[in-house]
């Protein structure tokens, strides 16, 4: 399995930024993607996910109404669309599979892993 992350950068306070994730290696139709945030001395925090059978999408209460995910199946890609950027937003981002249902929480219960990609917002 590989995940390829990519899309972050340096934007203001304000602007917006959209992260993909592109998986590969693997044949399976039931399966979940999410994006975790990881800042240093902290343990990965759950942000979103997204269930590539159906399509239902799940947030985390700090990014309702300003993240949207999204998937591109034929492509094998998730998407993270982040608007309202915020310096807390502040993170490396990591996006991670499992097969099976999304599950919101600990980052153990997912089964594998991006590179994670920088992003950083500045005030």
């Known amino acids: 399995v590989q995940l390829q992350a990519s899309g972050g950068g340096l934007v203001q306070s304000g602007g917006s930024l959209r992260l993909s994730c592109a998986a590969s290696?693997?044949?399976?139709?039931?399966?979940?993607i999410a994006w975790f945030t990881q800042v240093p001395g902290k343990e990965r925090e759950w942000v979103s996910c997204i269930s590539r059978s159906n399509g239902n999408t799940y947030y985390a209460d700090s990014v309702k109404g300003r993240f949207t995910i999204s998937r591109d199946n034929a492509k094998d890609t998730v998407y993270l669309q982040m608007n309202s950027l915020k310096p807390e937003d502040t993170a490396v981002y990591y996006c991670a599979i499992r097969f099976g249902r999304c599950v919101s929480g600990s980052y153990r219960s997912y089964d594998s892993w991006g590179q994670g990609t920088q992003v950083t917002v500045s005030s």
């Open positions: 290696g693997f044949t399976a139709d039931y399966y979940a």
